[in-house]
C-alpha cells in the first residue's frame, strides 16, 4: 500500500473515532492548552472534515416548526430546499425539467467537486483490501446503530452517508389502492406526499452497481414514514453475470433482500447491519399502518409483511434505450430522461406496490401475478430526478427495526411516534 493511500487510511479510522460521522464527537478542549498532543487529529474544523471524509451534513436546514405542518406542506418545504440553486449539483439553475435538463446533465461532469455530478470516490481510492478493513471497522464499532434508531428528516450535522453515498430525488406520491385491506398510509384511496431517492451503493469498482431505493412519505404533524428497499446486495449484471447492468429498473426492490452468494463488498455489508439489525436482508414495514397521511393513528393498525416495488415494462424499456444510445452517460443522466416530463397531472409511474417479496415475485408465474402479489398502491413521480446536494449530504431517512420483535431479543424502534406503547 503506498504511503499516500495509507495515510488516508488512517486518517479516515481517525475521523470515524473522534466525530460524529456515524457516532459522537470529541476534540481537544482548550483545558488541554499545551499538554495537547500535537500529532493527534483533532476534527474541529469542518472544512478539515470535509477534506478527509467528503460531503457531510451541516445539520438541520429544515424550518424548526417541521414537524407540525402537513404531509403536503412538508413535501413542498422540503423539495424547496432540495431544489435551491445552491443545492443542485451540475449548475442546473431553474433547468430542472424537459430535454433542457437531461442535455445539461449530460454535459455534466462526473468527479469530485462539489457542482459536479458526484462520483463515490470516498473509499473508491482505497484498494479493495483496505475497503474491507475500513467497512470491518465500521461494523465492528455497531456505530449503525444510529440509522435506525435516530428520527428525523435530515442527517444529524457531520453525520455522513458512505452507503448509497450519490444519488438522484424526485417528488413523488404513492396513490393507494380502494380496495386497499391495509391502514396508516395504505388507507382505501390515500393519495401520501413524498421524496424519492434511487443511488447505487457506493464505488463502483468495489461494490459493482447496486441500485437502490429510498423513500420518505411524509404525514401530518409526526415521524414520516420511511422505507429502503433493495434487490439484492450482489452487483447487478447482465445474463452473462460479468457486464453491468446501469438499469435502475431491470429489478424489482422490496424490504425483503433477495438473498444471494454475497462475495466481497456485498458479504462486508450484511455482516455490518447484521451487528446492529437481527435480520439484516430484511426490514419490517409495520410502521406503514400506524398514522394515517393526515397524521391520525390507528385504532387498530394493519400493515402487509412485505412489499414489492414492480418497476413497469416501459419505464425499464425507455431506460434502457437511453442506456444504449448514451453508453458512456451516468445512470442519473437515464433517471432524468425519463421523467424530464413528470408533473402532478402528468406523472410517471415509477412503481406497482405489491404485498410479498422481491424474491417469489421473481420467481412467479406472471400471468397470476396481480392475484398471487396484489397491488396495493402506485408510486408516481411527479418531478423529474435531479442531483440534489441536499438530497445527498442532508436528507435522510430511518431504518425501521420493527414494533414487533423480529427474534428473540431483538430490538424495536425507539420512538414512540413509530411504535406506540400497547
Known amino acids: 500500500m503506498s504511503f499516500r493511500r495509507s495515510l488516508l487510511l488512517s486518517s479516515m479510522f481517525a475521523a470515524l473515532a473522534c466525530t460524529p460521522l456515524l457516532a459522537c464527537s470529541s476534540s481537544a478542549s482548550e483545558e488541554d492548552g499545551d499538554n495537547a498532543d500535537e500529532g493527534a487529529l483533532h476534527l474541529s474544523d469542518d472544512a478539515l472534515l470535509e477534506a478527509v471524509l467528503g460531503e457531510v451534513s451541516r445539520g438541520q436546514t429544515l424550518p424548526s416548526d417541521f414537524m407540525t405542518k402537513s404531509a403536503a406542506e412538508k413535501q413542498s418545504i422540503a423539495w424547496s430546499t432540495a431544489t435551491k440553486s ?26 469530485t467537486d462539489s457542482d459536479d455530478m458526484k462520483a463515490a470516490t470516498l473509499l473508491g481510492t482505497l484498494s479493495r483490501a ?25 442527517l444529524p450535522r457531520l453525520r455522513k452517508k458512505l452507503l448509497h453515498p450519490f444519488g438522484s430525488i424526485a417528488k413523488v406520491e404513492l396513490r393507494v389502492e380502494e ?12 393519495v401520501v406526499p413524498g421524496i424519492a431517492r434511487l443511488s447505487s451503493g457506493g464505488p463502483e469498482k468495489v461494490m459493482g452497481f447496486v441500485p437502490g431505493l429510498g423513500l420518505k412519505l411524509f404525514t401530518g404533524g409526526g415521524q414520516s414514514v420511511d422505507f429502503h428497499a433493495l434487490n439484492s446486495l450482489a452487483k447487478q449484471t447482465l445474463e452473462d453475470g460479468k457486464t453491468m447492468d446501469h438499469n435502475f429498473f431491470s429489478r424489482p426492490f422490496s424490504n425483503e433482500i433477495v438473498r444471494s452468494d454475497n462475495e466481497g463488498a456485498g458479504a462486508l455489508v450484511e455482516k455490518i447491519f447484521a451487528k446492529v439489525h437481527p435480520t439484516p436482508t430484511h426490514l419490517p414495514v409495520d410502521h406503514m399502518g400506524l398514522r394515517s397521511v393526515d397524521g391520525e393513528p390507528e385504532s387498530a393498525p394493519k400493515s402487509p409483511q412485505d412489499i414489492v416495488f414492480d418497476p413497469p415494462a416501459e419505464l425499464t424499456k425507455s431506460f434502457q434505450s437511453y442506456i444504449d444510445a448514451n453508453p458512456e452517460s451516468d445512470p442519473r443522466v ?29 420467481k412467479a408465474d406472471k400471468a397470476t401475478a396481480d392475484a398471487s402479489f396484489p397491488v396495493v398502491a402506485t408510486l408516481v413521480a411527479t418531478s423529474a430526478f435531479l442531483p440534489s446536494k441536499w438530497g445527498d449530504g442532508q436528507l435522510y431517512m430511518r431504518h425501521n427495526r420493527g414494533c414487533k420483535p423480529v427474534m428473540p431479543g431483538a430490538h424495536t424502534a425507539a420512538s414512540p411516534s413509530l411504535c406506540p406503547s400497547r
Do not use: W
Open 334 to 362: 437515464a433517471l432524468a430522461y425519463v421523467t424530464k416530463d413528470a408533473t402532478v397531472q402528468n406523472p410517471v409511474v415509477l412503481y406497482k406496490v405489491r404485498v410479498g417479496t422481491a424474491e417469489r415475485f421473481q
Open 86 to 111: 445552491s443545492e443542485l449539483r451540475c449548475h442546473l439553475g431553474s433547468t430542472v425539467a424537459g430535454d433542457a435538463l437531461v442535455s445539461a446533465l449530460a454535459a455534466c461532469k462526473v468527479g
Open 179 to 190: 380496495n386497499s385491506a391495509y391502514t396508516g398510509v395504505l388507507r382505501p384511496g390515500a
Open 130 to 154: 483496505s475497503y474491507q478493513i475500513f467497512m470491518g471497522v465500521l461494523g465492528a464499532s455497531g456505530t449503525l446503530t444510529a440509522a435506525f434508531d435516530t428520527p428525523g428528516d435530515e
